[in-house]
């Protein structure tokens, strides 16, 4: 194998940014497996990792790229031969560690993840690490009583990546999803993904009370800071909400009174570390009954060269969807 392309992240004169290299193995970090990349797609952490608009990266230069699907090329660990399609994404893939935005990934066999029927290369990358949480905060909220028969379930941040996949999967297993985005063009697009209303997120009414009208059964908060602080207040009885982002702020405020008075929940869902039985449990599931039903629609293909342009983009909260980098 000779040299090969990959998006690394440098820090130079103490600014954060990348660029397309070629690079060689040797360059990149150990591990046992070595696979071909097929596909890797872009989360917001990758944004943040990649201009420095949030200090993920610590040593450089690094390859980008939290996540990648391929096929093994070697193999020092027996669970893995050279033909395997695989999944490799969390732990410190793209961190501390080279990660997918390359034509070769060599990594840890602990963090791989035979790829599940049901699922091509593409599909599991448009699934990413956004569909592997949005999978998660089902997985975690099912297990605390989340039905279709409680009542309405919220998913903000909508036209985001994992909110996207989380209204198309919510819809498929018969929820009634009302999604909250800032983009007016859009409502069109939540609609077919399955979302029965759209709000507007600059023209919610959001209240100031501790406990405002009871209008959701559970929620999916992509947001965090004054839309999580609006859900807590807004939860029906037993409510549950899965927080695991943070594109409006680290900070929210609120009272202890949806908690003690309404038993809402509020469950942190991180997709970093999962335990690899329940991981692989999850994207089993994410092959069959949480397959989303419009991955073609959410996914869009783009090359490692325009990377650092959708960076921005996604920064200022001007994507949609989810972008699938061909490698
Ligand atoms: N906990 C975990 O394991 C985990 C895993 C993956 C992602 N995350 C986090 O989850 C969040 C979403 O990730 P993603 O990859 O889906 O990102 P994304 O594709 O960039 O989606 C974020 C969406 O949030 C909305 N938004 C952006 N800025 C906003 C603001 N200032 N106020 C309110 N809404 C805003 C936008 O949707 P609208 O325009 O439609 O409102 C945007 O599309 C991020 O914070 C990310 O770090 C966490």
């Known amino acids: 194998m000779g040299t090969f392309k990959a998006l690394r992240v440098f820090s130079e004169n103490d ?14 970090s150990a591990g046992e497996v070595v696979f071909k990349t097929a596909f890797s797609s872009v989360n917001y952490k990758d944004a943040l990792a990649a201009t420095g608009a949030g200090r993920i990266i610590r040593s450089f230069p690094r390859v980008g790229g939290i996540d990648a699907t391929g096929t093994v090329e070697s193999s020092f660990d027996p669970r893995f ?18 990660g997918g935005f ?5 990594v840890p066999a602990d963090w791989v993840v035979p790829l599940p029927g049901g699922l091509t290369l593409h599909e599991a990358a448009t699934l990413g690490v956004a569909g592997y949480t949005a999978g998660l905060a089902v997985e975690l909220l099912e297990l605390n009583g989340m039905a279709p028969v409680n009542g309405k379930v919220l998913v903000n941040g909508a036209t985001g990546g994992v909110a996207t996949l989380a209204i198309d999967v919510l819809a498929k297993l018969g929820y009634h999803v009302v999604a909250v ?12 993904l ?4 759209v709000l507007s997120r600059h023209k919610l009414e959001m ?3 501790p406990l405002e009208k009871a209008l959701w059964a559970a929620a999916f908060d992509s947001v965090g800071g004054e839309q999580l602080a609006w859900l807590t207040r807004t939860m029906q009885e037993g409510g549950l909400i899965a927080s695991f982002g943070n594109a409006g702020g680290i900070e929210f405020k609120t009272t202890v009174l949806p908690f003690i008075l309404r038993g ?10 999962t335990p690899m039985p329940l991981r692989r449990k999850i994207w089993g599931r994410l092959g069959a009954d949480l397959k989303p039903r419009h991955l073609a629609e959410i ?14 983009k996604m920064l200022k909260g001007q994507i949609r969807g989810r972008a699938v980098v061909k490698l």
């Not at 600014?15 to 990149?28: A, H, I, M, Q, Y």
């Not at 390359?102 to 060599?106: D, G």
């Not at 809402?264 to 570390?273: C, E, H």
């Open 15 to 28: 600014k954060v940014s990348c660029r397309v290299v070629e690079v060689n193995l040797d360059e990149l």
């Open 81 to 98: 031969s050279p033909g395997d399609e695989v999944i490799c994404t969390s732990y410190e893939f793209g961190v501390s560690h080279d």
């Open 102 to 106: 390359a034509q070769y990934c060599r």
């Open 181 to 192: 985005t800032g983009k007016e063009a859009e409502h069109d697009f939540l609609k077919k």
């Open 194 to 197: 399955g979302a029965q209303e």
């Open 207 to 209: 209240g100031t009370r």
């Open 264 to 273: 809402v929940r509020l469950i942190g869902v991180n997709s970093g570390d």
């Open 299 to 312: 996914a869009r293909d783009i090359t490692l060269g325009e990377l650092p342009a959708y960076f921005e």
